[in-house]
């Protein structure tokens, strides 16, 4: 049983598109975390939420504590976007979804 | 500033013997985590470190994986007798504090056992 179930796994996308990736979770959590690891390896933060809603230029961020359930939106999605994006979960330790593969093709 | 540093960044080593990994956290950073990604896989939580408090060994896989951190500053994790399945790139984060805080992370080793 996974603790964070990410959808889709894999997306493909023309440039441009309005993109949507979930998130949900079943244990108990302090904070949600959406990473991004691009092809190369490195691993970076995009949004730390605990409710509510969150907004970084192209990007924005969702969570539903009731619902157990976030989401992460790209407007306007452009190729230098793809990469795999990662839900994590924690109190403590983290437990991690298995990864959203995106590629926005031009 | 400087971020997460992790050394080597590359490690080929025999099936059998034993690794040391290095990660130097950002200073100031309370928090330090290790986690594994072995290819074409998510990543797995290894063990957290927060301040003084006893670790949280739970994702540890076996007990010839064990890890240490010197008060709030460098950690090490050790592989001893190696097998082929601990090949993985293993990566470290700190933070400033729980969950709650962004973490940052460093670029990994990529270990490989041959």
């Known amino acids: 049983k996974n603790e964070v179930e990410q959808s889709p796994q894999n997306l493909t996308a023309q440039e441009g598109e309005f993109i949507t990736i979930n998130c949900s979770y079943s244990?108990?959590?302090?904070?949600l975390h959406w990473l991004q690891q691009h092809p190369g390896g490195g691993i970076v933060s995009l949004f730390m939420?605990?409710?509510g809603k969150k907004k970084h230029g192209r990007l924005i961020a969702t969570i539903n504590i009731q619902e157990k359930h976030s989401s992460l939106h790209i407007t306007a999605s452009h190729p230098r976007d793809s990469a795999v994006y990662i839900c994590?979960?924690?109190?403590?330790?983290?437990?991690f979804g298995t990864g959203t593969s995106l590629t926005v093709i031009p | 500033g400087a971020g997460v540093s992790q050394s080597p960044s590359n490690k080929v080593t025999e099936k059998g013997k034993d690794v040391e990994l290095r990660c130097d956290p950002i200073?100031?950073?309370?928090?330090l985590y290790w986690y594994r990604q072995r290819l074409g896989q998510g990543l797995e939580f290894l063990i957290y470190?927060?301040?003084?408090?006893?670790?949280?060994k739970s994702g540890l896989p076996s007990d010839r994986f064990s890890a240490e951190r010197t008060g709030e500053s460098v950690s090490t994790l050790t592989i001893q007798r190696t097998q082929q399945e601990d090949s993985a790139v293993y990566l470290c984060?700190?933070?400033?504090?729980?969950?709650?805080?962004?973490?940052?992370f460093g670029d990994g080793t990529r270990l490989s056992i041959l």
């Open positions: 470190f927060q301040g003084n408090s006893a670790p949280d």
């Open positions: 994590a979960v924690g109190v403590g330790q983290f437990y």
């Open positions: 984060a700190s933070s400033l504090g729980n969950s709650n805080q962004p973490q940052h």
């Open positions: 244990v108990g959590i302090s904070a």
């Open positions: 200073s100031g950073h309370t928090a």
């Open positions: 939420l605990s409710s």
